[in-house]
């Protein structure tokens, strides 16, 4: 069983930055690969990032390249994601997820096992 803690989120303007965090508060991760997802208010939840269980790998979908950046440190069993140049549309809630049967590139939801509460990033324009 793993728990997933999100910090970071908050309101700032567009063209800012924010670095979201993803901590397990029980059990670890460190085995496993992780992504962030996110889900705009009437959306459904789409896979931002995913990093692999080293970290040597990372995978992206648009809009993310090129403006986040995902990143582990398995000894503070913590994922992150920092969010540059935001835009208003990168509005949501953002989530992080895991889970046994997942790879680096898995973009489904119903693939991941285990869920944060999320944190809400708020982009004014």
């Known amino acids: 069983q793993v728990q997933l803690v999100e910090s970071g989120g908050g309101l700032v303007q567009a063209g800012g930055s924010l670095r979201l965090s993803c901590a397990a508060s029980e059990g670890t991760f460190s085995d496993y690969a992780v992504a962030w997802f996110r889900q705009a208010p009437g959306k459904e939840r789409e896979f931002v990032a995913g990093i692999s269980w080293t970290g040597s790998r990372t995978y992206y979908l648009d809009p993310a390249k090129g403006r986040f950046t995902i990143s582990r440190d398995n000894a503070e069993n913590t994922v992150y994601l920092q969010v540059n140049s935001l835009k208003f549309e990168d509005t949501a809630v953002y989530y992080c997820?895991?889970?046994?049967?997942?790879?680096?590139?898995?973009?489904?939801?119903?693939?991941?096992?285990?869920w944060g509460q999320g944190t809400q990033v708020t982009v004014s324009s």
């Open positions: 997820a895991t889970g046994e049967r997942v790879a680096v590139t898995t973009t489904q939801t119903d693939r991941y096992d285990y």
